[in-house]
């Protein structure tokens, strides 16, 4: 049992350290989320992945537009079927459908909110993996319309994937790494969804002898009764009943944590403390001589007959000065027997007991209402 018990509190670490960890990962995941889709929405508008600006015909191509050095730039969005150059209009529209599950990956997020983490990770991921796929679709179709004439002007002796003149330009560049973005971005959010573990509850406690002493208690308590719990294996509960009772009684079990050992402290040694406990014997011979003198035998002497002087069995009360003090003044010095003090010591376990519990309680009452 107590290698189980061990264990479960090793696992609540583990769990409550993987779950911060993979939270502060989320949230790298979701800006560069973010960060994607801007990439492929900026990818999609400008007219810059291909151009030759130092011919004798310089100008630039998009996805859907071109631009000449002494022309407006031609070409509309709302036009993207009529475009001649077909590998270009499959570009258009495979980088489109990226930037539009892109755009519903970022929307998707805010599911975070109101579902289950493991249920939006799962959806995040799909979308961002299609929109990987699209976009690795649009970056290898464009290189196919090199070979159309309008390319050709530009670009002089242009082909299929062959530039001619022409250069790839940066936003050619920025699409070729969204691709490798988005695939990165989805493993991820797979892996953030299929392996994500759920924060156990904070047992509010930190040793882990705890377990044991209260899975006991109870056993003990249940075997006194004569109950038998059905749900619980022999009458010892689960960890799951630990969990539940301790989040109950959250404001009486609290959480303590141990303080550390300063180096002073920790060298002070065996010679030191056993010097210090003969010290106060010897010490302690003195005082109570030296009150038997002083307090108890003034009074003792005004009082006719003999006198009884009742002690613990502390060893420093038998001593040769003590015993000699009572005999010469007329008194009894009589020891409790070990471990009696509630037979026979009745006021001070009957009252004085009870006193000092109510008179504390008196004065917390009295700090709390002024504080």
């Known amino acids: 049992m107590g290698s189980k018990i ?8 583990y769990a409550t350290s993987y779950v911060r960890n993979s939270k502060a990962i989320g949230v790298l995941w979701a800006i560069f989320t973010i ?11 400008t007219p810059e992945w291909i151009g030759n600006i ?5 100008g630039k191509f998009g996805l859907w537009s071109t631009c000449y050095a002494d022309e407006q730039c031609k070409g509309k969005l709302e036009e993207i079927l009529s475009i001649a150059n077909i590998p270009f209009m499959a570009a ?24 289950q983490t493991t249920t939006v990770f799962h959806i995040c991921a799909w979308l961002q993996l299609i929109s990987a796929v699209c976009m690795i679709g649009g970056c290898a179709s464009f290189p196919a319309g090199w070979s159309e004439v309008d390319v050709q002007k530009i670009c002089g002796d242009s082909d299929r994937y062959v530039l001619g003149k022409c250069g790839i330009r940066w936003a050619y560049l920025l699409a070729a790494i969204g691709c490798l973005d988005a695939v990165i971005l989805s493993i991820l959010a797979f892996i953030l969804a299929t ?29 006194e009764k004569c109950r038998n719990v059905g749900r619980f294996n022999d009458n010892m509960p689960g960890i799951e009943w630990l969990y539940s009772l301790l989040n109950c009684h959250k404001e009486k079990v ?47 002497k005004k009082l006719p007959g003999r006198k009884i002087l009742l002690s613990n069995n502390l060893s420093s ?39 000092k519990m109510a008179r504390k309680s008196v004065l917390n009452e009295w700090k709390v209402a002024h504080p």
């Open 254 to 300: 609290s959480k303590k944590v141990a303080a550390n050992t300063k180096r002073a402290r920790a060298n002070v040694s065996r010679e030191t403390v056993n010097k210090y406990f003969d010290h106060l014997k010897e010490t302690l011979k003195d005082v109570l001589v030296d009150w038997f003198c002083s307090n108890f035998l003034p009074h003792a």
């Open 6 to 13: 061990e264990y479960v509190d090793s696992t609540q670490i």
């Open 195 to 223: 392996r994500h573990i759920r924060l156990q509850p904070d047992p509010h406690y930190a040793p882990a002898s705890l377990f044991k002493d209260l899975h006991l208690l109870a056993k003990n308590y249940l075997d």
């Open 54 to 58: 130092s011919g004798d015909s310089p």
């Open 317 to 355: 009360h038998f001593t040769d000065t003590m015993i000699q003090l009572c005999q010469e003044n007329n008194n009894s010095f009589v020891c409790l027997p070990k471990h009696s003090t509630l037979l026979t010591q009745f006021l001070d376990v009957g009252f004085f007991r009870p006193f």
């Open 92 to 115: 258009t529209i495979c980088v489109g459908l990226a930037v539009l599950t892109a755009l519903l990956t970022i929307f998707a997020m805010l599911f975070f909110c109101f579902c």
């Open 35 to 45: 960060c994607y889709a801007i990439i492929g929405v900026v990818s999609f508008v």
